[in-house]
């Protein structure tokens, strides 16, 4: 069936090259087959688009209105369908996305100005975030985390490992008595939800002047009231 942007494009080339029978050369259409085209048109319309005469044809006030709005926007069209046949078509519009802040910061923060400046167009909104939670209603396009997906409805792609190692303060091993061949499932410490696998152990004791760096919005969930664990995971 023929649509309403045909008939006005058949339309448009009538009026461009002030001819049905050149129009129908440029369309690769035969001059009745175009002529039907501008009456179907008008018939959609319900106004006169041509005033025709044996040899010419001259605009009503409706077609010079149908025609100055829609040839600019026929050309955008053809402008956006050549940029993509040639492969020429540059990513825009607005990019949401998300990561945690160590992971943000040492691996996406640097790369921000190539990115914005290989893809100029595209408006880049950075937040800071670790949840997994409905990222549809937080619009985001993109989030990076860490860990192990547990929603399997989301699309995903594992980007790299990362090592994860046992820090403590020398009190908490004191306490403890943490020694290279404790069990670290025994002993109270912080961890990220996230990562939900089996972490090997591994005997690297922190020295005495170690120290760690929190950053972010802390959630502790210890499942003892009043435990104040000084042991954790970091990412080194």
């Not at 956006?80 to 996305?97: E, H, K, W």
């Not at 008595?177 to 690297?204: C, W």
Request: hydrophobic share 40%.
């Amino acid at each position: 069936m023929l649509t309403s942007v045909e008939k006005i494009n058949t339309f448009i080339y009538v009026v461009d090259t002030g001819s049905f029978t050149r129009a129908a050369a440029r369309l690769n259409l035969s001059k009745s087959v175009v002529s039907l085209h501008i009456k179907a048109l008008e018939s959609e319309l319900s106004t006169t688009l041509l005033h025709r005469t044996t040899r010419q044809f001259t605009l009503t006030e409706s077609g010079q209105a149908l025609y100055q709005q829609f040839k600019p926007l026929l050309q955008q069209f053809d402008s956006a369908m050549d940029a993509v046949r040639t492969g020429t078509m540059q990513p825009q519009g607005p990019l949401s996305f998300s990561a945690a802040a160590e992971s943000g910061g040492q691996f996406l923060l640097p790369q921000l100005p190539a990115f914005t400046q290989r893809y100029p167009l595209i408006r880049a909104d950075y937040r800071v975030d670790h949840s997994l939670s409905d990222l549809i209603a937080l619009k985001l396009d993109v989030v990076f985390r860490l860990g192990t997906l547990s929603d399997s409805g989301l699309r995903f792609r594992k980007l790299a490992d990362f090592p994860v190692c046992y820090v403590a303060t020398p009190e908490f091993i004191r306490q403890h008595r943490v020694t290279e061949n404790s069990d670290p499932a025994a002993l109270p410490f912080i961890a990220n939800s996230n990562l939900t696998a089996r972490f090997s152990r591994r005997p690297h004791l922190p020295a005495p002047d170690n120290r760690v760096f929190i950053s972010g919005d802390p959630h502790y969930d210890t499942g003892t009231p009043g435990l104040q664990p000084a042991a954790g995971l970091v990412y080194p």
